[in-house]
């Protein structure tokens, strides 16, 4: 599946305002440095050892989610996007007021939600004490349950909570599914207005990574790096793994004409998305990436270009992907944000879009492609260019 819109027209897709936030810092400065190679990963190796884990920088949350009711309600992976999503919608313009803003369309990348371990540990404390198992376990779900119906925060409450917090009142999507979660929602929202079926859309995602339950789904799964903090490319050698990290990034993505009417600039344009889905074997990953550059990265130049890509660090696709982009792009830099601020799941695409965005805006870059690689499933590619004129 691909999208690539053709060059200089009203329905290119403009990325007119981006919000990032994770263990680096918040905004661009921060991490554009650690692209530059001019900051150190900020890993927490104690917390949860044998475990690293790049932890979210503390916020002021107020800056983004004025009322200590609705930050209350939340838990951190609701928190980062909310904020994240506030700081993208800022910094495309859009007053937190205006009537633009209401008809904003969303499209958010978000896990199962955080659990709620007080009842998770009274259930297990007290269902091997009593006679009957069933009844207590329903007895414990009736009057334990969220206002959710869940015993974890439900996908869909992130966006929900944008909509009331930050006045986007347009029409929402939520996808589940881990990395490709976040690459499909980028690739929807691009062909939705390359189609003109929408004008200006909210993409992004967020992960808390300091979680005990998540990091035991992964370990259950044998994903997780637990040695010295070492590269991405690095980790296969020794039994590869990723090292989860809490983040998020939003992004506004406009149609040309749209962001021309109003005047606004464009940070980058979305030159085109591709995404893929393939039956994981030896081979099966290098083949796939090769596809979606020809699908969206063949008018990369290379001169003034770098890779920024999701790699996981998981032995098998890590090597393949790594070694489909050298003969892609002999001699181009090739960075792994897993390196920066960790492996953030539904929020990777989007995290490596918005550093791309800023590098491109910055002069840093003048087109790069960001790739994503599940761990388990699913692989994107997308290709972001300096605006013509600058913007």
């Known amino acids: 599946m691909a999208n690539g819109p053709a060059s200089g027209n009203d329905r290119d897709v403009w990325i007119t305002g981006i919000g990032l936030v994770s263990s680096l810092g918040e905004g661009r400065s921060a991490h554009l440095a650690a692209l530059d190679g001019d900051s150190t990963a900020q890993v927490d190796t104690d917390t949860f050892a044998p475990y690293p884990v790049h932890p979210a920088v503390p916020l002021d949350w107020s800056k983004q989610i004025p009322k200590k009711a609705d930050q209350r309600q939340m838990e951190n992976w609701q928190k980062l996007g909310v904020y994240a999503a506030g700081l993208a919608l800022e910094d495309a313009g859009l007053a937190r007021d205006s009537e633009l803003r209401r008809t904003v369309q969303m499209i958010v990348a978000a896990g199962g939600g955080e659990r709620d371990y007080a009842v998770d540990g009274q259930i297990l404390s007290g269902i091997g004490k009593t006679e009957n198992a069933e009844a207590f376990l329903n007895e414990r779900l009736m009057s334990d349950l969220r206002p959710t119906l869940f015993l974890a925060q439900l996908s869909n409450l992130l966006a929900g909570n944008i909509a009331i917090v930050q006045g986007v009142t347009g029409a929402s999507r939520t996808f589940m599914g881990e990395e490709q979660a976040g ?39 044998g994903y997780l790096w637990k040695e010295h903090f070492a590269s991405v490319w690095d980790r296969p050698g020794e039994g590869g793994g990723f090292i989860l990290g809490s983040g998020a990034a939003f992004l506004v993505f406009e149609a040309r004409a749209h962001a021309e009417a109003r005047g606004a600039k464009a940070l980058a344009v979305l030159r085109g998305v591709s995404s893929d889905h393939t039956r994981r074997h030896p081979g099966s990953v290098g083949v796939s990436v090769e596809k979606l550059w020809e699908q969206s990265g063949k008018a990369f130049r290379g001169i003034g270009g770098a890779v920024l890509s999701g790699a996981t660090g998981v032995a098998g696709v890590t090597e393949e992907e790594r070694g489909s982009l050298t003969k892609l792009v002999p001699g181009i830099p090739v960075h792994a944000t897993g390196d920066m601020f960790g492996h953030t799941l539904e929020a990777q695409f989007p995290l490596g879009l918005a550093l791309a965005t800023a590098a491109v805006e910055a002069g840093r870059l003048h087109q790069a492609v960001v790739t994503s690689v599940g761990h388990k499933r699913g692989e994107g590619l997308a290709l972001v260019e300096a605006a013509p004129n600058g913007g």
């Open 183 to 221: 690459v499909d929602a980028v690739r929807i929202a691009h062909a939705r207005i390359a189609a003109g079926q929408g004008d200006i859309f909210l993409v992004g995602g967020s992960y808390n990574a300091e979680r005990p339950d998540a990091l035991l789904i992964y370990e259950l799964g």
